[in-house]
Every structure is written in structure tokens, then in C-alpha cells.
């Protein structure tokens, strides 16, 4: 389970709620936001509203441990959570659960813009081990307690486990830091695009209707394709998995890889340099198999989830929000 799992938003009501799909702030909310951000709206932004993310995961896993069963357990009958240390799952099966923690780490894309626009750059790296190691201490220890007191019957969006009451008030208590996230998220490849149609011209910094048509066009760009290929696969597990193969891995894997290489290509050839040119071809090998295999086996899990269940459509009303 990663924390993406558990905050994806769905549908929270348990009447008929017709949004084009399960309601997803990200692909709906605009994204207006300039390119020039201020410090003091991104230390907001942080240190506030992300926060509810986090508030929301933990009530859920509070949820689930005092419960008497998940949501989607047999309500009738002994029950005890059939979590396992190992299993034996068929490839398709592993490689779309490793896709899927590719999908939750993919985010380092982002440290590079921000890096760029850190008064002191000199604190990147303590900062981005602080942030990994928080980041993933919340992944392991979130996703151990819930999986241990839910077993098999973890609901995808994981929100949904611990029943519809709860699952209405952790999907309310991350609403703002989800509507941030999204803008967030939305910016960063939107700015990257705008920088880049608009490099080495007077429109890259000054208020003119090209400026703002450029800027316009590209976050809209970013949001609509995002809609569209959230709202084409409604299978929240077989969507993540799907992302974190074809275009996780081609964010954090092979990229790092080619950099190093770019950089120390022509340094001199000692021990640890060759250490490093193999690692860095581990990295570009592992990234390359895990996006090739990751793909079908998130390909194939769609299919299978379609087969076993019917599915939802796209653009559909049918609730997903993985409870009863």
C-alpha cells in the first residue's frame, strides 16, 4: 500500500453522485496558479494544508485497528485478518505491486525545480533525505498496520477499508491537501513545458498576452490529459500500477542512470568509477525491464479486474471508492 493508495479520492457519498468518474480533485480543479510562485504561498502550501494528507492516513489506520473487520470482510461469522508475511502471487501480480511502489516514489522529478528556487541550495540534500526518510517511514509504518489488521480485504482507494462513515471523514479531512497536491502537481510539468516554448524570449518573464496564452495553454493541457486518462481507466490499483511502469520508471530510473553518466563519462577510470558504471547500468536495466514488464502485468490486471467484477465504465458514475 503506498500513501497514494490511501488518499486517493473517490466517491464519499452514498448517494448517486454523477462527476465524469469518480471525483477527483486533481483532474478537475483548474490550476490558475502563475508560474512565478511565491515562497512564502509554497511554505503555505507545506506547511499547512499537506499536513492533512498524513491526518487523514492516520485516522484511517486508527480506524481499521478498533474496527471489528474491514468493510468489505464477511460481516457475519469469526473473522480474523488473513494478512501474509509471504505469499506466491503469478508474475503479472508481483511486477504490478512493484509498479505500483515505482508509482509511489516517482515524485522526484520534482526536486529539481524546487532545488532551482531554494534561497540556500547548499540545504538540497539534507532536505531531500529528510523528506525521503519522513515519506517513507509513513509508507512502511501506515502501510504494515493497515495490511496486518485487513489482510486481503484492503480496500483500493484505502479509505474505503475501514467502512463508509470513516471513509467519509478521512476522504474530508484530506480534501484541502489533496486540492493542493493537485495544483502542485500540476504546475511542475506545466512550468517545465511553458519555460521551454518560451526560453530566450522576452515573453518568458514579462506580463504579455503571449506570456499568458502560453502559461493558460499549458496547465490546461496538463489537467485535460490528465482527466481524460483518469477517467478512461477507472481502476484505481490497475491505473496506479500502469503509471508507476510506463512513465514512473522513465521519471526516476533511467534518467539517473544517464545523468551520472553524462557527468563523470570522462573522469578518470578508478575502482569507484567503474563501481558506479555498473550500478548506473543496473539502474537503466532494472528501469527498462520494470517499465517493459510492468506494463502488461498492469495491462493484464485491468482486464482481469474487468473480467472478475464487470468494472466500471469510463466517465462513469459507478462507485469505486472500494466500499460497501
Same mark, same amino acid.
Given at each position: 500500500?503506498?500513501?497514494?493508495?490511501?488518499?486517493?479520492?473517490?466517491?464519499c457519498?452514498?448517494?448517486s453522485?454523477?462527476?465524469?468518474?469518480?471525483?477527483?480533485p486533481?483532474r478537475?480543479i483548474?490550476?490558475?496558479?502563475?508560474?512565478r510562485?511565491?515562497?512564502?504561498?509554497?511554505?503555505?502550501t507545506?506547511?499547512?494544508?499537506t499536513?492533512?494528507?498524513?491526518?487523514?492516513v492516520?485516522?484511517?489506520t486508527v480506524?481499521?485497528?478498533v474496527?471489528?473487520?474491514?468493510?468489505?470482510?464477511?460481516q457475519?461469522?469469526?473473522?480474523?485478518?488473513?494478512?501474509?508475511i509471504?505469499?506466491?502471487?503469478?508474475?503479472?501480480e508481483?511486477?504490478?505491486?512493484?509498479?505500483?511502489?515505482v508509482f509511489?516514489?516517482?515524485g522526484t522529478p520534482?526536486?529539481?525545480?524546487i532545488v532551482?528556487?531554494m534561497?540556500?541550495p547548499?540545504?538540497?540534500?539534507?532536505?531531500?533525505?529528510?523528506?525521503?526518510?519522513t515519506?517513507t517511514?509513513?509508507y512502511i509504518?501506515i502501510?504494515?498496520v493497515?495490511?496486518?489488521?485487513c489482510?486481503s480485504?484492503v480496500a483500493?482507494?484505502?479509505?474505503?477499508?475501514?467502512?463508509?462513515t470513516?471513509?467519509?471523514?478521512?476522504?474530508?479531512?484530506?480534501?484541502?491537501?489533496?486540492c493542493?497536491? &493537485? +495544483?502542485l502537481? @500540476?504546475?511542475?510539468p /506545466?512550468?517545465?513545458?511553458?519555460i521551454?516554448?518560451l526560453?530566450g #524570449?522576452?515573453?518568458?518573464?514579462?506580463?504579455?498576452?503571449?506570456?499568458?496564452?502560453t502559461?493558460l495553454?499549458?496547465?490546461?493541457t &496538463? +489537467?485535460?490529459i @490528465?482527466?481524460?486518462? /483518469?477517467s478512461?481507466?477507472?481502476?484505481?490499483g490497475?491505473?496506479v #500500477?500502469?503509471i508507476?511502469a510506463?512513465?514512473?520508471?522513465l521519471?526516476?530510473?533511467?534518467?539517473?542512470?544517464c545523468m551520472?553518466?553524462?557527468?563523470?563519462?570522462?573522469n578518470e577510470?578508478?575502482?569507484k568509477?567503474?563501481l558506479?558504471?555498473?550500478?548506473?547500468g543496473?539502474?537503466?536495466?532494472?528501469?527498462?525491464?520494470?517499465?517493459?514488464?510492468?506494463?502488461?502485468?498492469s495491462?493484464v490486471?485491468?482486464?482481469?479486474s474487468?473480467?472478475?467484477?464487470?468494472?466500471?465504465?469510463?466517465?462513469?458514475?459507478a462507485?469505486?471508492?472500494?466500499?460497501?
Amino acid at each position: 500500500m503506498s500513501l497514494g493508495d490511501a488518499t486517493h479520492p473517490s466517491k464519499c457519498t452514498t448517494r448517486s453522485f454523477c462527476a465524469q468518474g469518480p471525483f477527483e480533485p486533481e483532474r478537475i480543479i483548474p490550476n490558475l496558479f502563475p508560474p512565478r510562485a511565491t515562497i512564502s504561498v509554497l511554505q503555505f502550501t507545506f506547511s499547512r494544508w499537506t499536513k492533512a494528507n498524513t491526518l487523514a492516513v492516520l485516522v484511517l489506520t486508527v480506524a481499521v485497528g478498533v474496527q471489528d473487520r474491514p468493510a468489505s470482510a464477511p460481516q457475519t461469522g469469526p473473522w480474523s485478518s488473513d494478512y501474509k508475511i509471504t505469499s506466491s502471487p503469478s508474475f503479472t501480480e508481483a511486477i504490478s505491486a512493484v509498479s505500483s511502489l515505482v508509482f509511489a516514489f516517482a515524485g522526484t522529478p520534482g526536486f529539481f525545480p524546487i532545488v532551482s528556487e531554494m534561497r540556500d541550495p547548499r540545504r538540497y540534500t539534507r532536505s531531500l533525505i529528510i523528506c525521503q526518510a519522513t515519506v517513507t517511514s509513513i509508507y512502511i509504518a501506515i502501510g504494515i498496520v493497515v495490511y496486518y489488521f485487513c489482510g486481503s480485504y484492503v480496500a483500493s482507494p484505502a479509505l474505503g477499508s475501514a467502512g463508509v462513515t470513516m471513509k467519509k471523514v478521512c476522504y474530508g479531512l484530506a480534501l484541502p491537501g489533496l486540492c493542493v497536491s &493537485t +495544483i502542485l502537481l @500540476s504546475h511542475l510539468p /506545466a512550468k517545465y513545458v511553458f519555460i521551454r516554448i518560451l526560453r530566450g #524570449s522576452r515573453h518568458l518573464t514579462q506580463n504579455t498576452m503571449v506570456h499568458w496564452i502560453t502559461w493558460l495553454s499549458c496547465t490546461a493541457t &496538463t +489537467i485535460i490529459i @490528465s482527466y481524460i486518462v /483518469a477517467s478512461a481507466i477507472p481502476v484505481f490499483g490497475g491505473l496506479v #500500477s500502469l503509471i508507476g511502469a510506463l512513465l514512473g520508471t522513465l521519471l526516476s530510473f533511467q534518467p539517473y542512470g544517464c545523468m551520472w553518466l553524462y557527468d563523470n563519462w570522462k573522469n578518470e577510470r578508478t575502482t569507484k568509477w567503474m563501481l558506479m558504471v555498473v550500478w548506473c547500468g543496473f539502474v537503466i536495466l532494472s528501469g527498462t525491464f520494470l517499465m517493459i514488464a510492468g506494463t502488461y502485468g498492469s495491462v493484464v490486471g485491468i482486464i482481469d479486474s474487468y473480467a472478475a467484477s464487470g468494472g466500471s465504465a469510463a466517465w462513469s458514475c459507478a462507485d469505486n471508492s472500494g466500499s460497501v
